[in-house]
């Protein structure tokens, strides 16, 4: 109370100064000689308030930057606004307006919340990112001190964004000491509408917003794509650790390498490969039913190749073989299919490809094996379940799921749906490429049956989502990088839900992770129940979901052996 009593007793004696020091000078400049030189010294004094560049928004128009955050005021030496702005500032906050004030020219003051009852005048605040855990950043990237655009859209659309300049401009009359005259209304300039235009992408703002969190939550260090499965729209796109766009600096002192887009990034991808394998298998006439016995170990002209942990599987068809990640199924099944073949449908599901996602934005091709090298049989049978020299990126995998989840097309992911003008109309759509039929749609209804198993009672079975279903397939992916006296894995989850219907293919990346059960897998699940309750929100849920799809578990499988 006494702290709040003398704060109250500083404001009202600068008001009294400042009365009185206008009562003076009032008295000077109303008579004779001095009233004639300051009148002829009057001019004007300009205060930029607001500025900023062009709209980045999402495909339903909600800005993934320019965010209000709270108000600027152009403000003038006056009692009542003094003594408006004393009850909501802090007292720091005060004493530096207090200091301003002293100073007699106008000047600028940010506050929560618009105040009324004063002289000021308040314009929205506009920051560039938002402020707690930025969207997207790797896909919006950053501008540097002068506003020009440095990476990701903000640099590959810096023309259109820094076209559409606004900014919120007030000029004052003052006097020759630069104080504002009384009575004399500012001229205000504001073209912040100009922030209006921008471009549209292809992300959902609020689907980025719950991947984003499940990967903070379950990943160290990885990446997710989620992608429309009819059209290969990018609906999500997160790399963590991420950075703050306001600080990059901070970023570049940072080990991790925050500012490394994982998702455009090539990595080992082991056994979600199989899904390739098992596609190519079908295309080329080979029955699903096709089985193999697994004594946990498979002999391929004199090299071995074990199924992990060693594990003995037993009799298997495709589906349960995929179920439990028998890597000696696949490895004989490779060896059946041949090289050729194998190889051909791994370039036609997109593999060894970059993927442009927009002007100035692509991902890497990753890497493939040659044809002569698949001649090697052991070559072959490392590639059959994705080890080796096979790399690639999460878009790539991504787009694997949504070929098999939309029924054998292909659609490349893109990222941006155009350029939207001032009234917030989209006026340039982009030109897509078109979808390529690349499986045929039985095999994909095979493929989507199979990859309810793992999630049902295979590998996978923490991605299971709360209702809906989904199907997918776990990987252990061998780095051969050894760190501290152990081997650096990638661990991975590539599925699509709802099972049924599927609208969304996911993929999840745990750079440097040992175990997939408590991170890619739990992160798809998050996902994909954080996506069934922001559709039931929207009320675009699909009433087929209100019962979980369930797949019948085969009596002569074992409880879920751990993920590959």
Known sequence: MEKMHMRMVAVYAVIAIMLTIGALRIFSISTGEAYTQAAQQNSSYSLTVTQGRGSIYDCNLQ????????????????????????????????QTMLDRIGEGKPFVQKVDEYIPGTKALF??????????EPLCPHIIGYV?????????????????????????????????????????EPEVEDTMSNLNSGVMLTIDKDIQDIAQKAA????????????????????????????????VQEALNDEDSPLLNRTTSAYNVGSVFKLVTAAAALENGISPDRTYDCTGSVDIYGVTFDCYHQRT????????????????????????????????????????????????????SGTLPTLDTLKMPAALANFSFGQ??????????????????????????????????????????????????????????????????????????????????AGGKTATAETGILVDGEFVNQTW???????????????????????????????FRAIADGVEQLMTRRGQSDPALQDAVAVPKASEQEDAPPQD
Request: with cysteine; charged share 20%.
């Open 216 to 247: 903070r939550k379950y990943l160290e260090k990885g990446a997710v794509v989620v992608l429309d499965v009819r059209t290969g729209a990018v609906r999500a796109s997160v790399s963590v650790p991420d950075f703050d766009p306001d600080n």
């Open 493 to 523: 989850f590539a599925g699509f839900f709802p099972y049924d219907n599927p609208q969304y293919a996911v993929a999840v990346l745990a750079e440097d992770s040992p175990k997939g059960s408590e991170t890619s897998t739990p992160t």
């Open 144 to 184: 540097d001190s002068d506003g020009k655009g440095v990476e990701g859209i903000e640099a590959a659309y810096d023309d259109w964004l820094g076209k559409a300049q606004g900014k919120s401009k007030v000029t004052f009359s003052v006097n020759a000491v630069g104080e504002a005259l009384a009575g004399v």
């Open 313 to 364: 599987h037993g009799l298997q068809n495709m589906e349960g073989a995929l179920a439990q990640s028998c890597n000696a199924y696949y490895i004989t099944l490779g060896q059946e299919i041949g090289a050729k073949k194998l190889l051909d449908m791994t370039v036609k599901m997109g593999f060894g490809s970059g993927v442009t996602l927009c002007d100035g934005i692509q991902s890497a």
């Open 388 to 469: 080796g020299e096979l790399m690639a990126t999460p878009y790539q995998v991504a787009s694997m799921v949504q070929c098999i989840a939309s029924g054998g097309t292909l659609a490349k992911p893109y990222l941006v749906e155009g350029l939207v003008d001032s009234s917030g109309q989209l006026i340039e759509p982009t030109q897509q490429a078109q979808p390529v039929q690349v499986l045929s749609s039985e095999t994909c209804d095979a493929l989507r049956l199979m990859m309810a198993a793992p999630v049902e009672y295979g590998t996978g079975t923490g991605a299971k989502p709360t209702i809906g279903g």
């Open 63 to 94: 800005h993934l930057t320019n965010f209000q955050d709270g108000y600027k005021a152009a403000v003038t030496a006056d009692p009542q606004t003094t003594t408006a702005f004393s009850k909501v500032l802090s007292d720091s906050q005060m």
């Open 123 to 132: 314009f929205p605040n506009v920051t560039r990112y938002r402020e707690e």
